[in-house]
């Protein structure tokens, strides 16, 4: 199965979402989790992956931070595939345009999955080294559908590239 078409059913309950929402937006997540990865890295499992905690607004690149962040429940399902929640500042130091990652090699931003339905839009910033001392970001704004199956990316716009 690959990750445009295989997605993990995990269903969790939430304070404020139905556990059907809550789950859309897991697998959603996971989804576009796996597919920045295997964009910037080959592999999950060659990858030190690090998501931040805070939700970016969506459309935005490089990723603006909004006042939102990942519940709880979606961290601890990112954590089960190996993405390990960590703040900006604890993985990527950068001082007069020079920048070194620690805690990861690859730093994901994402919006809040925006669920209508079958389909789905999110927005993902790709932080990774981009040679010695130097950092490289993409941002994508990626539409989804619902399948039998999971969901799976239709559309991938382009925002920004460094």
């Known amino acids: 199965m690959s990750w445009r078409h295989g997605v993990l059913a995990v269903a969790f309950t939430g304070a404020n979402l139905s556990a059907q929402d809550l789950s859309s937006a897991i697998a959603v997540e996971r989804v576009v989790v796996q597919f920045a990865v295997a964009r910037s890295s080959g592999s999950l499992s060659k990858a030190i992956v690090a998501v931040n905690p805070v939700l970016v607004r969506e459309g935005t ?4 931070d909004s006042t939102g962040v990942r519940p709880s429940e979606r961290a601890a399902a990112l954590n089960e595939i190996g993405i390990k929640t960590r703040r900006r500042e604890d993985v990527i130091f950068c ?68």
């Open 95 to 162: 001082a007069q345009r020079v920048c070194e990652f620690k805690n990861a090699n690859v730093f994901l931003s994402l919006s809040e999955p925006r669920i209508v339905g079958d389909n789905a839009e999110v927005s993902v910033t790709i932080d990774m080294p981009s040679g010695p001392r130097r950092q490289y970001y993409e941002t994508l704004h990626l539409k989804l559908e619902a399948i039998p199956t999971g969901w799976r990316i239709v559309s991938i716009t382009q925002l920004g590239i460094s």
């Open 61 to 64: 690149a490089p990723g603006w």
